[in-house]
């Protein structure tokens, strides 16, 4: 589908509602899901869009296809009755999480990979998702598997289940559905549904007793960083998706459009009361009321680190799509004047909130997420941080797993590719 035939489809679609109640409000007129575009990052800077698509090409055949011992995270693993089975690997820690599965479908649909995104999607449904009605992670999936698709632990990280919904979206609007559990958009709303109306759950799991509740809080409207009742009045800023939250709030189910509304609304207001006033850092995890989370078995997880990265691709993405808080220029302004200021060609990857340097290497994964901040940023310093992107290799060895999905995932963002397929 050419750009403009994909416009509009996305104000045919908008305008009627389909999927969704009518009322559904219209995005901005002048952000990317009403235009139809997405800006080009990559191109401001003075690449062609011919070098823009090698790029992505190259990353992905070498993240996906190359050298399975050096280079790729993905992996095929076999054939089942629904077809060729494949999972991501997180390289380091020797698992598969729902985390790299639903972003591996995520850069797949983005990147017109049906095959690799129906063996992903098979693998976690195999694996992964949980059929059973009395087991508390029902309607979920375990974040934590050995290769081998043994569970390490049956709980979800809720991120990997907005992921997944999204991508599933996206692959109705751009290959339609097919039949079981290739029936994308009935997969999706499933997901959707749980997510906010799965009732309380008592059983039994490899890790003994647990209680989980739905996803997202009724009263506070965010994602919960566990539906794990001992950790559940909590959350993680990096997993706050408004961006799709507006998606789901279109084209899930009806009855729900309303919460998913006001859901990106708060994820909006709690991204600018969870940064820093002076660096624009967020936290690893967070309560409820924006301030910092220090949980019993993570020290630093009140700090800048891994997890935190990706908050500003969130609010970033958020306003190149819908472009409704004016509040996401300046947290990204805020943040990339902080990593100006510590070097941008050196900066470390763990940070106290207000700024003091905790270690860390010159992590690819934060180059790739500070990058994509530039969607939101509206300063001339931005586009150093895109170049800076642009001149960093694919990761490999060790740690390319988080590494690459991340870099996966700003090169699809900063060179325009990361869109809204409405579901057909």
């Not at 600018?272 to 660096?279: D, N």
Request: charged fraction near 20%.
């Amino acid at each position: 589908m050419n750009r403009l035939a994909f416009t509009a489809v996305v104000g045919a679609l908008m305008a009627a509602g389909t999927g969704c109640a009518s009322n559904s409000p219209p995005p901005s007129p002048v952000g990317a899901v009403a235009t139809g575009k997405y800006r080009n990052l990559f191109a401001e800077t003075g690449q062609s869009q011919a070098e823009v698509t090698r790029k992505l090409s190259s990353a992905f055949q070498q993240l996906f296809h190359g050298n399975p011992k050096t280079e790729a995270v993905y992996f095929p693993f076999g054939t089942n009755a629904n077809g060729p089975l494949a999972y991501v690997s997180d390289i380091n820690s020797r698992d598969v999480r729902s985390e790299g599965m639903s972003y591996g479908m995520m850069i797949a649909v983005q990147l017109d990979k049906r095959a690799e995104f129906d063996a992903l999607w098979n693998w976690s449904r195999t694996f992964m998702y949980h059929t059973a009605s009395n087991h508390p992670s029902f309607g979920y999936f375990s974040w934590s598997l050995k290769t081998n698709g043994v569970p390490n632990d049956e709980m979800p990280a809720p991120d990997g289940e907005a992921y997944y919904a999204t991508a599933l979206l996206f692959a109705a609007g751009r290959w339609g559905n097919g039949e079981g559990i290739y029936d994308y958009r009935a997969e999706a709303n499933r997901i959707l549904t749980d997510l906010r109306h799965r009732p309380s759950i008592t059983g039994k799991t490899i890790k003994g007793t647990q209680t989980a509740v739905a996803i997202f809080h009724p009263e506070h409207k965010m994602i919960r960083f566990t539906p794990d009742v001992d950790n559940s009045e909590h959350t993680d800023p990096s997993y706050h998706l408004p961006a799709f939250y507006e998606v789901w709030a279109r084209f899930g189910p009806a009855r729900d459009q309303e919460f998913w509304k006001a859901a990106a609304s708060v994820s909006r207001d709690f991204f600018y009361r969870a940064a820093h006033p002076a660096t624009g850092l967020t936290p690893e995890y967070g309560n409820f009321d924006a301030t910092p989370w220090i949980a019993p078995w993570h020290p630093r997880s009140g700090d800048f680190v891994a997890d935190a990265w990706r908050t500003a691709m969130n609010w970033s993405a958020d306003w190149a799509w819908w472009q409704a808080d004016p509040r996401q220029k300046e947290l990204s302004n805020r943040l990339q004047a902080f990593f100006e200021s510590k070097d941008i060609a050196t900066y470390a990857s763990r940070f106290t909130l207000d700024g003091k340097t905790l270690g860390g290497d010159h992590s690819t994964g934060l180059i790739a997420m500070n990058a994509t901040a530039s969607l939101a940023a509206d300063h001339p310093r931005a586009k150093q941080f895109v170049t800076a992107l642009w001149n960093t290799p694919v990761p490999t060895g060790q740690y390319r797993y988080y590494d690459g999905m991340l870099y996966l995932l700003a090169l699809l963002h900063c060179g325009g590719e990361f869109r809204v397929w409405p579901p057909k």
